[in-house]
C-alpha cells in the first residue's frame, strides 16, 4: 500500500540499495515512515466505517428479501396460480390516462 503512494515511492526509492536490481531488505522497510490521522481522528474513521458496513448489511438483507419475493411472485404469474387482470378494461387505465391530460 506505501509503494502505491508517491511518498512512499519516494521513500523506498531513496532506501533502495542495488544498482541493477534495486534491493530492499527488512531494516530498510522498518525504516520507512508513515502519517497516520490523529488517535481520535482514527476511531471516528472506524466508527462511520462500522456504521456503512452495517448499513450495508442491512441493505443486503432487504435486497435479499425482495428478490425472494420477486421470485416467488413470478412463479405464481408464470405458473398460473395468479392471474394478471386485463388492464384495457380497468378503472386503473381509465384514470391513469385522465392524470395524463393537463
Do not use: C, W
Request: neutral net charge; without cysteine.
Amino acid at each position: 500500500m506505501a509503494y502505491s503512494h508517491h511518498l512512499g515511492q519516494r521513500q523506498i526509492a531513496a532506501r533502495a540499495v542495488g544498482t541493477t536490481m534495486f534491493n530492499l531488505n527488512t531494516k530498510l522497510i522498518m525504516d520507512l515512515q508513515f502519517g497516520f490521522p490523529p488517535k481520535q481522528e482514527q476511531i471516528e474513521i472506524v466508527r462511520r466505517v462500522n456504521e456503512l458496513d452495517a448499513l450495508i448489511d442491512s441493505e443486503s438483507l432487504t435486497l435479499s428479501k425482495y428478490q425472494l419475493v420477486k421470485r416467488a411472485l413470478m412463479d405464481d404469474l408464470l405458473s398460473g396460480r395468479i392471474r394478471v387482470p386485463d388492464l384495457s378494461s380497468s378503472s386503473l387505465l381509465s384514470s391513469a390516462k385522465d392524470d395524463s391530460v393537463i
